[in-house]
């Protein structure tokens, strides 16, 4: 689509040839592209559109509107189902996506990056306050879709800090994860003489903590995010299958061994041939017969296996690197900080007059939200246009 538009403004005099039904054409083809998979091979509306081809009525677009409404409005239901089932655990994230570690503290960000530069703010306003209410807020949000409240947590990115964990486990949290490039940080500041090999594959509190956390295995992790897409589905599920029968090998108890498969914000199926139908299939149909491997979630389990391991000191960061360097640290990154704690320091001047009404402090908490959310620093940084990065102000303001 944008290839076509980007044709179109360079060659104007030629959009005559492209007339309403071509166009029509187009959008009805590009929504079914990205219908379900499942939904495409069982749908028999969704059959009988892509069947059609071409030549696309009113009657054909409502019907498609009408397939993506009911996907849309069932989806929490199925999820709320195979929870109930066991098929699935379903965790939650703070609220607005924000890096918390850095609302806690923004200095936690030299535990990974001891040279980096920082913004002029030394400490986010109000920080503890605010990562409490994203926290607060998320499970808020969760329980009125699905009526419970979950045990686990993804923090935003999988960013974590050892004032996290304590927010985390206060909450009520069993569980909370992140990436193995923070374990492994946190083992070498931690003065053991050598890890253990199968250290990834073990849950690890802090000595006073009360949550269990799990660090992603990134090598298998990043094989579905970017690899596999390029391979044929049988040989990506047979590659993925060897690496963690290897890695039961090498555990020394491989019965309470874990392998935390975390796919975060890469948007792999996309990239799979028919959205990873084939893939998923096979992966699935394979783990589920083999003799030696278990599916499993992480509550399920902690409870089956409730013993720990102590991290005598865990290293702030997420799974990108095992840093923050995504969010702070760039020039225009730390700029964006000042602004948000200006607008903050705003903020708490205005609500302290007692002048808003609840409508307008209910408004000023959603907007102020939506800033402290990890999307505001990501966008900027020398790899995004800056048209791109202008669109998404305008979207989220």
Not at 71 to 88: D, N, P
Not at 153 to 160: D, L
Not at 163 to 180: H, I, N, P, V, Y
Not at 379 to 392: A, I, R
Request: proline content about 5%; some cysteine.
């Amino acid at each position: 689509m944008a290839g076509l538009a980007d044709w179109v403004r360079s060659h104007p005099e030629d959009a005559r040839y492209l007339n309403s039904q071509f166009l029509t054409d187009l959008l009805v083809w590009y929504h079914l592209a990205w219908l379900g998979e499942t939904v495409k091979r069982r749908d028999s509306r969704a059959l009988r559109l892509i069947d059609k081809g071409h030549g696309y009525t009113l009657e054909d677009r409502r019907l498609l509107l009408e397939i993506i409404a009911e996907q849309l409005t069932t989806v929490l239901g199925r999820y709320k189902t195979l929870a109930e089932r066991g098929q699935i655990e379903l965790s939650v994230t703070p609220y607005a996506h924000p890096i918390v570690p850095l609302l806690l503290d923004i200095q936690s960000a030299r535990e990974a990056m001891p040279d980096v530069t920082l913004p002029l703010i030394e400490h986010y306003p109000g920080g503890e306050e605010r990562a409490r209410w994203h926290i607060q807020r998320g499970l808020e949000v969760f329980q009125h879709h699905f009526g419970f409240v979950p045990q686990g947590c993804w923090p935003s990115e999988g960013s974590v800090s050892t004032a996290t964990l304590k927010l985390l486990g206060e909450a009520g949290f069993r569980w909370a994860a992140s990436g193995g490039n923070v374990l492994n940080a946190s083992l070498r500041q931690s003065n053991l003489q050598e890890p253990p090999k199968d250290a990834t594959f073990r849950p690890y509190r802090l000595a006073d903590s009360s949550i269990a956390c799990f660090f992603r295995d990134d090598g298998l992790s990043d094989l579905i995010g970017f690899t596999y897409a390029d391979w044929h589905a049988d040989d990506a599920v047979a590659d993925f299958v060897r690496h963690l029968e290897n890695i039961a090998g090498a555990c020394h108890d491989p019965a309470s061994a874990i392998v935390p498969i975390i796919m975060d914000g890469e948007n792999a199926w996309e990239h799979f041939p028919e959205n990873g139908y084939h893939f998923l299939n096979a992966l699935y149909a394979r783990l589920s017969n083999h003799p030696a491997l278990e599916l499993t979630t992480f509550a399920d389990y902690l409870k089956s296996h409730p013993h720990t391991w102590t991290l005598p000191r865990l290293v702030a960061g997420s799974w990108v690197y095992g840093t923050f360097s995504t969010w702070i640290g760039d020039g225009d990154k730390n700029r964006a900080w000042d602004m948000l704690g200006a607008a903050k320091q705003c903020y708490d001047r205005v609500v302290q007059t007692g002048r808003l009404s609840a409508e307008q402090r209910a408004a000023a908490d959603q907007q102020l939200a939506i800033c402290e959310g990890s999307d505001w620093f990501w966008w900027f940084g020398d790899y995004n246009p800056e048209d791109v990065v202008s669109d998404f102000e305008r979207s989220s303001a």
